[in-house]
């Protein structure tokens, strides 16, 4: 939130909602579907996914942290190693430094 050093609401239930939403990927151009993409669009929209990605991967480890004993905190923490998964995938290497497995936490 704007002035905050969280990144999600105060409020279980609103950062839930708010967790959710981010881990919906970025929706590709309209236009992908008449043409196929160049090869530097569709990086710019690899990059853009990994980075959505890691921002959600970034929120669940908050919101497990946050809110340790909400009854979704062990939800978000497999919320929170499918995204990092889903940043590599799209090659965001750098999203996982200070990560030493997918499956350490």
């Known amino acids: 939130t704007p002035g905050s050093k969280y990144l999600l609401p105060d409020s ?3 950062a839930w909602k708010a967790l959710q939403k981010a881990l919906r990927p970025p929706p590709a151009p309209t236009d992908w ?3 196929k993409p160049t090869a530097e669009e569709e990086g710019v929209y690899r990059k853009k996914v990994a980075e959505a990605a890691g921002l959600a991967a970034d929120q669940a480890r908050e919101f497990r942290d ?3 004993d909400h009854p979704r905190a062990a939800a978000a923490k497999h919320l929170k190693q499918k995204a990092l998964a889903a940043a590599v995938d799209q090659r965001s290497y750098s ?3 200070g990560e030493t497995s997918l499956e350490s936490e």
């Open 12 to 14: 279980p239930e609103e």
């Open 33 to 35: 579907n008449e043409r």
């Open 66 to 68: 946050r809110f340790a």
């Open 95 to 97: 999203r996982i430094s």
